[in-house]
């Protein structure tokens, strides 16, 4: 059954990790050499406008429902279908015939 994702250590998403990462080396380049510190950041610029693009063209930016989540939702509902239909029948699960007991 699909699991909702977890946030790393419960409250910091990955994404702002990799950012935070990103910015410490645009930094740390930046203050090593400015031309690199510049290339370095036109490059994440362009990593930037790009992850935007596609975050509002396709992503989560662009109001549509994830499908993971439709799909963890479905089958957290059949789950407690299937629940609610054990304790309506009974505790104990009904026994399935036995082929070799057939006419």
Do not use: H
């Amino acid at each position: 059954m699909p699991v909702p994702s977890e946030r790393l250590a419960g409250w910091l998403k990955p994404k702002w990790l990799v950012a935070g990462v990103a910015l410490a080396a645009f930094g740390l380049l930046l203050s090593y050499d400015v031309r690199l510190g510049l290339a370095a950041g036109a490059l994440l610029g362009a990593v930037l406008v790009v992850w935007f693009y596609i975050a509002l063209r396709y992503g989560s930016l662009s109001g549509v429902p994830s499908v993971r989540t439709t799909l963890v939702e479905r089958a957290q509902q059949q789950e407690a279908n299937r629940r609610l239909a054990t304790t309506r029948a009974g505790s104990a699960p009904q026994e399935s015939s036995d082929p070799a007991q057939r006419p």
